[in-house]
């Protein structure tokens, strides 16, 4: 499932505000579904979102910015701007 950066950030101090008051366990929710989880591998598994979204983001920049130094149509139509994401 995938988060944006408002919901992680607002997760985050969530999850952290729980941690602080020794809470080891919380129900997070997906639409309808609730997921029962422990607070630290929710907060781990938080960290590798955030990770893995800064990468795609910087890579995704990058992209951008070779784009922009490309000079004939062929060159944008053959630039390969799948490449470099993280699985």
């Known amino acids: 499932m995938w988060l944006d ?36 591998l929710a907060i781990n598994m938080l960290y590798d979102l955030e990770i893995y979204a800064s990468q795609c983001f910087d890579v995704t920049w990058g992209h951008c910015a070779n784009i922009s130094n490309l000079n004939t ?3 944008i139509k053959n630039y390969d701007f799948k490449c470099g994401y993280p699985n």
Not at 18 to 30: C, I
């Open 73 to 75: 149509i062929d060159e």
């Open 5 to 40: 950066k408002n919901t992680r950030s607002a997760l985050k101090l969530r999850l952290e505000a729980e941690l602080a008051k020794d809470k080891k366990e919380t129900v997070l929710w997906y639409g309808e579904i609730s997921i029962p989880i422990s607070i630290d």
